[in-house]
């Protein structure tokens, strides 16, 4: 989509977005130089806060070539939001269902068509706990090798602060005012994969690629270090549940009276004492595994 050709529906989003955007938050806008200005081509962009896809549309508008975005196909259905979905062009995703690859047929047809289409390739908020890019999804990396298109790596920082993600309540915090910062990359070079099969090893391959120039940026952006290797959410659940199973049968074995030894003569009965000593400890037991 050429800096010409907006459109009526984004330009009414801007006009409904924009004036709020610009009251209430900073901005830090870097590397605009690396949007191409023609054609058809990827934007790969790091998600940590339900605001940063305004700041990152307000970024991309500004530079004259906006962005088609994947979004949840629920989002298209309900009043005036579905309506500007539909309005502005965005790509409905139908998750797991028969239609789910229609998502990425849009997205293959739009760049062909010389648009912008922008991928969260996380699929959601990152849950990496210093909130740092987590491993990415495959779609991206499938959409980049059937399009060849460029791939910009987008970073953006800032807008947790005014809205942390999985936060128990969905307030703004406004005060005092933040800083939303967005930085693209030089596109990312995918040229020694594109004879290859775009078998799952190949497609994985590409992704972590894809991961690491956006991650690279927003180190750039936090003045940090890169993080060793990407987090790994999967990983890290089975790791949480594992460790509640054996939390759990802990627990169970300490709960569990321990079947008395057999005695060589008629054991003695037991002393008011010692019985309520030992009711007491399988008291606490069960208390301590109900915490």
Same mark, same amino acid.
């Given at each position: 989509?050429?800096?010409?050709?907006?459109?009526?529906?984004?330009?009414?989003?801007?006009?409904?977005?924009?004036?709020?955007?610009?009251?209430?938050?900073?901005?830090?806008?870097?590397?605009?130089?690396?949007?191409?200005?023609?054609?058809?081509?990827?934007?790969?962009?790091?998600?940590?806060?339900?605001?940063?896809?305004?700041?990152?549309?307000?970024?991309?508008?500004?530079?004259?070539?906006?962005?088609?975005?994947?979004?949840?196909?629920?989002?298209?259905?309900?009043?005036?939001?579905?309506?500007?979905?539909?309005?502005?062009?965005?790509?409905?995703?139908?998750?797991?269902?028969?239609?789910?690859?229609?998502?990425? &047929? +849009? %997205?293959?047809? $739009?760049?062909?068509? #010389?648009?912008?289409? *922008?991928?969260?390739p996380e699929g959601t908020l990152t849950r990496d706990p210093e909130?740092?890019?987590?491993?990415?999804?495959?779609?991206?990396?499938?959409?980049?090798?059937?399009?060849?298109?460029?791939?910009?790596?987008?970073?953006?920082?800032?807008?947790?602060?005014?809205?942390?993600?999985?936060?128990?309540?969905?307030?703004?915090?406004?005060?005092?005012?933040?800083?939303?910062?967005?930085?693209?990359?030089?596109?990312?070079?995918?040229?020694?994969?594109?004879?290859?099969?775009?078998?799952?090893?190949?497609?994985?391959?590409?992704?972590?690629?894809?991961?690491?120039?956006?991650?690279?940026?927003?180190?750039?952006?936090?003045?940090?270090?890169?993080?060793?290797?990407?987090y790994d959410w999967r990983k890290a659940i089975a790791r949480e549940? &594992? +460790? %509640?199973?054996? $939390?759990?049968?802990? #627990?169970?074995?300490? *709960?569990?009276?321990?079947?008395?030894?057999?005695?060589?003569?008629?054991?003695?009965?037991?002393?008011?004492?010692?019985?309520?000593?030992?009711?007491?400890?399988?008291?606490?037991?069960?208390?301590?595994?109900?915490?």
């Amino acid at each position: 989509m050429s800096r010409r050709r907006i459109g009526f529906w984004y330009r009414l989003a801007a006009v409904i977005c924009k004036p709020p955007l610009l009251v209430l938050f900073k901005r830090d806008w870097r590397g605009m130089e690396h949007i191409p200005a023609d054609g058809g081509f990827i934007t790969a962009v790091n998600h940590n806060s339900y605001l940063d896809p305004l700041s990152y549309a307000h970024y991309q508008y500004n530079t004259g070539r906006v962005p088609r975005f994947l979004a949840k196909a629920g989002l298209f259905k309900s009043g005036f939001v579905g309506l500007m979905m539909r309005g502005t062009g965005q790509i409905p995703v139908y998750r797991e269902t028969t239609d789910a690859a229609t998502a990425f &047929r +849009a %997205a293959v047809s $739009a760049i062909e068509k #010389g648009e912008c289409v *922008a991928f969260y390739p996380e699929g959601t908020l990152t849950r990496d706990p210093e909130l740092w890019p987590m491993q990415g999804k495959t779609g991206a990396a499938r959409v980049a090798l059937l399009t060849k298109a460029p791939v910009i790596p987008v970073a953006q920082w800032g807008a947790h602060e005014a809205m942390p993600p999985y936060a128990k309540e969905k307030k703004l915090r406004l005060l005092p005012r933040k800083t939303l910062l967005v930085q693209a990359g030089p596109p990312v070079d995918l040229s020694a994969f594109y004879d290859q099969e775009p078998t799952a090893e190949v497609l994985r391959a590409v992704t972590e690629v894809i991961m690491a120039a956006i991650t690279e940026q927003l180190a750039v952006l936090r003045g940090a270090p890169v993080p060793a290797e990407p987090y790994d959410w999967r990983k890290a659940i089975a790791r949480e549940r &594992r +460790a %509640a199973r054996e $939390a759990a049968k802990a #627990g169970a074995g300490a *709960a569990a009276p321990s079947a008395p030894a057999a005695p060589a003569e008629p054991a003695a009965a037991p002393e008011p004492a010692v019985g309520s000593q030992q009711a007491r400890s399988t008291q606490q037991a069960q208390e301590d595994e109900s915490k």
